[in-house]
């Protein structure tokens, strides 16, 4: 797996990278079975910096794609239902697709680049967004519908103002599994040179220097955590009425 | 409160089919609910008394006829802002769980655009109106109670000051102890709002106590009859009304009847302090109704039945052996008075005015001699009134 000439075209895993592994200039480097190597790790940490910020970049705009589709096809669907199951089968299937196959599949067309990963962690986060924003408006009690309707809102209003704050807990759910499971997909970008994270630890298809790839793996956790962390806050803050005790 | 405003509600033949069904839900429906009185739409499931009431605002729509509110035909409106000018409480009260009981509230008055001043100044007036504590007014509707909620129900239904109130069974899922209260309080509000109400229930027993009028209605959305309570009971048109108000039609009759409108008894009273011989002197006189003493405050509220042991001191001591049981007060409901003595499992009962003053003591005996009376199988019209304030 993971041709050269992808490599070379990812522009983030240099030859540079490998020299510096073969040079002696520091001694852990030189013994493979060393696990962590920190003055290694001291010396290189600045190399982080841009893979973690493309990795960033993967993650954000590849979640808002997928979150603006999905959510889109979510209202479609709850006007007229006889869309619900062809679109639950239709963003099932590309949520099977294994994600390398999935990146190879689209090279034709989108090419090498992070656009080629964007699409596929786009289309990966359909399913989820999608399941749950349909599950949160499923949940809305009806007397609330049947409430609003008999007092004058119009099936726009119901929809804005009654049905979909209410699914906001759902739907933020769906947002923070999408977006951790694609934060850890997005390592994968680095096959079609789409950067990110991965460039760290596969460097262009054959696992690097371990204490690299502890790295990576670190920012990659720490990445997915602070997403969940702050969705978490978001939803709290968004859905008061969550949190209200009974006294 | 403004001036009450309220309009007359006129079915005119209204129909409703559903599909090609050969029997329509509400069949040619014709009746005439005037402004400011309650008109309960009673009858078995099925009869088409919800389909019948929701015709009026349009969530609903009829298949032939016409329904006018005042002069207006339903028809030439849009649904929706037809909707804004009609209350509507369900039974499953629907108060959106994301938003405060102010904002609940205020929910038609955002949708008619009023300013946020407004809004907030008419939600305190109304949880003031329905006796809520204004702090509610800040929290969720998880956290209130079901009778609560309901209560906001209604205010929410009141908030724009609609022309007319649809309501839906609006009691039916409260425990029977909050029910009655809430039927209370509704028909204080009401006798203040004057509002002109379609109330369905399948409670031949609710409708008896919360309609001015009652259309009990049958299979087929036809309305068998359209009477006062009082006509209602004592000439059912049919055999089919007969059936459905029941047997204990006499009984029934005591759901039209205050506690103020019957003969109360007189209970020996006793003032803390005073001597334990005058009262017992009082108690010896042939002409007692209560054999027990009633210890009442200095502004003559009831505090306790006095017992043998409480008079075997000198002075009437303070606190009496007897609990005071139910205190019941005269604007109360006459069937509710005797549920309230039978749940005690008591004889007697103090009766108190507004300001808790006692006014009488009511019976089991007075009530039972009641219904054996002459007066309760009369065909004249008892005293139905509502009360007043």
């Given at each position: 797996m993971g041709s050269p000439l992808l490599l070379a075209a990812s522009?983030?895993?240099?030859g540079d990278f490998f020299k510096e592994r073969t040079s002696d200039t520091l001694p852990c480097q030189a013994k493979p079975n060393e696990p962590f190597c920190f003055d290694w790790a001291k010396e290189n940490i600045d190399r982080f910096g841009t893979p973690t910020v493309q990795h960033l970049e993967l993650v954000v705009i590849s979640v808002l794609i997928g979150f603006a589709i999905a959510f889109a096809l979510a209202l479609f669907a709850h006007r007229s239902t006889w869309l619900q199951a062809p679109l639950l089968a239709v963003t099932g299937i590309l949520y099977t697709i294994p994600s390398i196959a999935f990146f190879f599949l689209l090279l034709p067309v989108t090419g090498i680049g992070k656009d080629t990963a964007i699409v596929a962690l786009a289309a990966y986060t359909l399913q989820i967004i999608y399941r749950n924003t349909m599950l949160g408006l499923h949940n809305v009690p009806d007397s609330a519908k049947e409430a609003a309707r008999g007092m004058g809102y119009t099936d726009r209003q119901i929809l804005w103002r009654v049905e979909l704050p209410l699914a906001i807990p759902e739907i933020v759910a769906g947002l923070r599994v999408a977006i951790v499971s694609t934060v850890a997909i997005a390592t994968l970008a680095v096959f079609i040179g789409?950067?990110?994270l991965g460039t760290q630890i596969y460097g262009g298809g054959n696992l690097t220097f371990p204490t690299s790839v502890f790295i990576a793996l670190a920012i990659v956790v720490l990445m997915a955590m602070a997403f969940h962390l702050g969705l978490l806050l978001a939803q709290r803050y968004l859905t008061p009425w969550r949190n209200a005790r009974a006294i | 409160m403004n001036e009450p405003a309220a309009s007359s509600v006129r079915y005119q033949e209204a129909t409703k089919r559903y599909g090609n069904s050969s029997t329509p839900a509400v069949d040619k429906l014709t009746l005439e609910v005037p402004a400011g009185e309650i008109c309960v739409l009673v009858g078995p499931s099925g009869c088409g008394k919800t389909t019948a009431m929701r015709m009026v605002n349009r969530t609903v729509e009829m298949t032939e006829g016409d329904i006018l509110i005042g002069e207006h035909s339903v028809r030439d409106r849009e649904p929706a802002q037809l909707r804004r000018e009609i209350g509507y409480v369900i039974q499953q009260i629907g108060l959106f769980p994301h938003r405060t009981i102010t904002e609940n509230i205020g929910a038609v008055p955002q949708l008619l655009g009023w300013k946020k001043d407004r809004i907030r100044d008419r939600s305190a007036e109304l949880l003031d109106l329905i006796g809520l504590d204004p702090e509610l007014g800040d929290r969720y509707p998880a956290q209130l109670s079901g009778g609560q909620q309901q209560r906001v129900g209604v205010a929410r239904a009141l908030a724009a000051d609609p022309l007319v109130m649809l309501m839906d069974e609006p009691f039916g899922a409260i425990d029977p102890i909050n029910r009655e209260r809430l039927q209370n309080e509704f028909l204080r509000l009401q006798a203040e709002i004057q509002k002109t109400v379609l109330f369905v229930t399948h409670d031949i027993d609710e409708a008896i106590k919360m309609g001015d009028r009652i259309a009990v209605m049958r299979e087929g959305g036809r309305v068998e009859q359209y009477a006062t309570p009082a006509e209602l009971l004592m000439a059912p048109a049919n055999e089919f009304v007969e059936d459905f108000v029941g047997a204990d039609r006499a009984l029934k009759r005591l759901a039209l009847?205050?506690?103020?409108?019957i003969n109360l008894w007189e209970a020996p009273l006793a003032h803390v302090g005073q001597a334990s011989g005058e009262v017992r002197a009082k108690l010896a006189a042939?002409?007692?109704?209560?054999?027990f003493p009633l210890l009442v405050d200095g502004e003559r509220r009831p505090l306790g039945w006095l017992s043998e042991r409480d008079l075997a001191a000198d002075v009437v001591p303070g606190r009496p052996d007897s609990p005071l049981g139910p205190v019941l007060e005269l604007d109360d409901v006459m069937r509710d008075a005797l549920a309230d003595l039978l749940q005690h499992e008591t004889q007697y009962a103090p009766v108190v005015d507004h300001a808790g003053r006692i006014a009488g003591v009511l019976s089991v005996e007075i009530i039972s001699e009641f219904l054996a009376s002459p007066e309760a199988k009369s065909e004249e019209t008892p005293a139905v009134e509502r009360p007043h304030g």
């Open positions: 522009g983030q895993v240099g789409g950067g990110g | 009847m205050r506690v103020r409108d042939s002409d007692v109704e209560v054999p």
